[in-house]
């Protein structure tokens, strides 16, 4: 009884299926996913950029903050016009980085400290440096059409200008002019980041050869980048030539920028859940050969109803982690959101997601303004609360966990081609990714102890001396040890499985209740800045003393305290873990 039992529990989970039968939950549906930006993680050699061995040297911090993978930002060869995100050669570890020596270290010691490993993958583009592209800009016959290769107009003064209206994600035309082809290709981010053409079947199956290539290396996964920009319209449809996009309306942007157009023939074609179910076959092949899942996840800045296609759709399947953008996008709203909104966003992923696939919580990336900078520092272990405790799966952007704010980067050390591309040294920070991009900061040595270079390849952001890995672990209280606690915490059932309600108390209060059987947790948090009293008996079966398992640093209260559950007074900023007496 018990082996078929196991042999059916195997069976589950091999066919890398993500419906949670609620009878063993597989590795990565719980996981705490750690964003490593190797560039700024670690460098392990002096030369001022982070590197692959610098990532390995500093595994035990992962294993230490309770993470169960880590997700590397690219790190295949790369002329680092956008710091990876232009591959010229995705079987080649980029020097910079290291060596596959340093790769398999980093497997290695991985392994022994049970910490995954997940890959990033760029397939949208390659760089203009690739070998493909050059050979595909000679015409050679094998590599012709792996890019999208469009003649342009002449006006009458004899200038060639581009197919059609399509604008890139980096500003101005998506099309460059390639003299050696005398035609434009396509390019959605930078000029230098061509865009292959998915619509030949040679670039997919070389695409697939890749995945399979470092899924084989003992890989626990990858995240496809942009995936929802891989296809553009089919030229054929419009009688061979792309049509031009319409203007958005957007009053805000200026006629060279992204915003002005409504990308109705540049993302989320149709295509692209059928490629993304062609993918998953290649995960899955591995996953049952090896009888370990090996993770995809999946980058789309779209719409919810079609983030949530890439679950998969009928016999369709998708990835295991479509990322959600919810909490981000709250907070791309500047100041003008609440807890009603944070509700909202949570309730509307619940809602739109597959019932029986797990759900997943980030709250930053490279991209994106440091939370303690763009909210504020006393709400980082709130932040963390809500990435940590909700259903599914966990994100967290290096720093996360120390609350790191952005590094102030002056122009003349701005490395970030978005905010280069401005060529305006005071508009420039408006896009610049730089800040959330600044070195690690582990202790309040030289350059952070990132780096023993004189000059790292960004400065260390200002408050490093405070705001680091060795002195938060020495202090009584830090968002550090905040952290730790909520990673403890996850390991709980009611966490892990539990059932999940919510209510905004008050415009500023969001409250949320997690419960497995007789175990039940509400985690609250203030993020008005006044203080609050709330009654939290409007959650059913709540009632009498509750005890705090966690507390915001600024909170009062600290580990084992019992709060009234009907009237909770609730300092500004604060945040708790409380669990109800049994
Ligand atoms: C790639 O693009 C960059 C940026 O436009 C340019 O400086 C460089 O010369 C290009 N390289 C090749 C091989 O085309
Ligand atoms: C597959 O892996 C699971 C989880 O690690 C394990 O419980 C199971 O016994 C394995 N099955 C086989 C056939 O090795
Ligand atoms: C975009 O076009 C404007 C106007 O032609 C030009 O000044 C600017 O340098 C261009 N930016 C990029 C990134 O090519
Ligand atoms: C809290 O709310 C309950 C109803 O849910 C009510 O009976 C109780 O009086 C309230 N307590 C306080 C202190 O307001
Ligand atoms: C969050 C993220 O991964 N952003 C990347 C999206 O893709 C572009 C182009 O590949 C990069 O520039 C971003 O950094
Ligand atoms: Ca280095
Ligand atoms: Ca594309």
Redesign the pocket.
């Known amino acids: 009884m018990f082996k078929l039992f196991v042999i059916y529990l195997s069976a589950v989970t091999v066919r890398g299926s993500d419906q949670n039968f609620n009878l063993k939950q597989d590795w990565w549906e719980t996981a705490v996913i750690y964003q490593i930006y190797v560039r700024s993680f670690m460098d392990s050699d002096g030369d001022g950029i982070g590197d692959i061995a610098g990532v390995t040297s500093r595994l035990d911090h992962l294993k230490e903050i309770g993470a169960d993978a880590a997700w590397l930002s690219p790190i295949f060869k790369s ?1 680092m ?1 956008d710091f990876g995100f232009d591959v010229a050669d995705y079987y080649t570890i980029e020097p910079h980085y290291g060596t596959i020596e340093d790769f398999d270290q980093l497997l290695k010691k991985a392994s022994e400290l049970n910490i995954k490993i997940i890959l990033d993958f760029v397939p949208n583009h390659t ?3 690739s070998e493909w ?2 050979k595909s ?1 000679n015409r050679d016959e094998y590599y012709n059409d792996w890019y999208i290769w469009a003649n342009g107009h002449i006006d009458c003064d004899g200038n060639k200008l581009p197919p059609n209206n399509w604008i890139s994600l980096f500003g101005n035309s998506s099309w ?1 002019y ?1 003299p050696n082809r005398d035609q434009f290709y396509l390019h959605q981010f ?3 980041q061509p865009d292959l053409n998915f619509r030949s079947p040679v670039v997919v199956d070389e695409i697939k050869s890749i995945i399979k290539f470092w899924l084989e290396t003992g890989v626990a996964g990858m995240r496809i980048n942009a995936v929802n920009l891989i296809f553009e319209t089919d030229k054929d449809n419009f009688g061979g030539t792309y049509p031009d996009e319409p203007k958005s309306g957007n009053l805000h942007s200026s006629s060279n920028s992204y915003n002005y157009l409504d990308h109705i023939y540049t993302k989320d074609q149709d295509e692209t859940y059928e490629l993304v179910s062609q993918f998953r076959e290649v995960f899955d092949a591995i996953s049952i050969r090896d009888n370990l899942t090996r993770v995809m996840m999946t980058d789309a800045c779209t719409n919810i109803k079609n983030a949530v296609k890439y679950y998969g759709e009928g016999v369709q399947s998708g990835a295991h982690v479509p990322f959600n953008f919810a909490l981000i996008e709250v907070l791309d709203k500047g100041s003008d959101w609440d807890a009603r909104d944070i509700k909202y966003a949570i309730d509307r992923w619940m809602t739109y997601k597959p019932l029986m696939k797990q759900a997943n919580w980030m709250i930053g990336n490279q991209d994106k303004s440091r939370l303690a900078s763009r909210v504020r520092p006393d709400l980082v272990d709130a932040f963390n609360m809500l990435v940590l405790l909700l259903p599914g799966v966990a994100i967290t952007y290096m720093g996360e966990e120390i609350g790191m704010i952005n590094g102030a980067v002056p122009w003349s050390n701005t490395k970030d081609p978005l905010a280069c591309n401005t060529d305006d040294p005071v508009k420039y920070i408006e896009v610049s990714r730089d800040p959330a991009r600044t070195p690690f900061q582990w202790s309040s040595g030289k350059n952070a102890g990132f780096s023993t270079a004189h000059k790292t390849w960004l400065p260390v952001a200002n408050g490093y001396k405070n705001i680091n890995v060795d002195s938060q672990r020495s202090a009584a209280r830090s968002h550090y040890k905040v952290y730790r606690t909520l990673t403890k915490l996850r390991s709980r059932t009611a966490f892990r499985e539990g059932r999940y309600e919510s209510h905004a108390l008050h415009p500023d209060v969001f409250a949320f209740k997690r419960w497995y059987k007789h175990d039940t947790y509400i985690v609250v948090m203030n993020f008005g800045k006044t203080y609050r009293i709330v009654n939290l008996t409007a959650f059913d079966l709540i009632f009498g003393q509750l005890e705090v398992e966690a507390s915001s640093v600024l909170s009062s209260r600290t580990y084992s305290d019992n709060v009234p559950s009907d009237y909770l007074d609730l300092a500004a900023d604060e945040a708790l873990v409380l669990r109800m007496q049994v």
């Open positions: 002329p016009n760089s203009n440096e592209f050059i800009s460059s390639m930078g000029k230098a």
